[in-house]
């Protein structure tokens, strides 16, 4: 076998074996609410009272910059050494916020949603005139007069009579 052509091929194999390796490297992760490593978290806080945010990851990370979503300066850094935790304050609000993680040495971007709630204390009423009592299959109405809800709220209702859930 002629060697120019074997030493072609074994340097075309280390250049694609490199190229494979920074294309497929991996971006850090964080925790999500759960303590689970995540590439795109959700946290979320049902106190209805300023949230202290904890953000921590598994990995260890390059200079870095931390957007809140909320409106405050971002948060930046040269490195951040697992298990350290970097902490923000979200003031009491019901509300969506966005945070964006930026390693800056690699472009790599995390994106998570905080979720500040207050717990939803769920009610129903019967409309003036409705009916309160009926045999089955009589159609029956109520209204949702649940107080404390948001965007994220959602409701299920199980009549417990083995009826599609809604």
Known sequence: MDWTILKYRAAMLAIAILAGTRAFSQCPEVFDFYGNPSSNPYWYSCSGNNYSFNLQSPDNWGPYTINWGDGTTPTSGASWISPAFINHVYTATVDT???????????????????????????????????????????????????????????????GDGSPQL
């Open 97 to 159: 916020f966005v945070v964006t993680i930026t390693e800056t040495n690699t472009g790599c971007i995390i994106q998570g949603v905080v979720v500040m709630e207050e717990a939803t204390s769920a009610s129903i009423q019967i409309p003036v005139g409705g009916l309160t009592q009926a045999c089955a299959p009589q159609v029956m109405e109520f209204i949702n007069s649940s107080t404390n809800v948001s965007e994220t709220t959602t409701f299920t209702w199980d009549f």
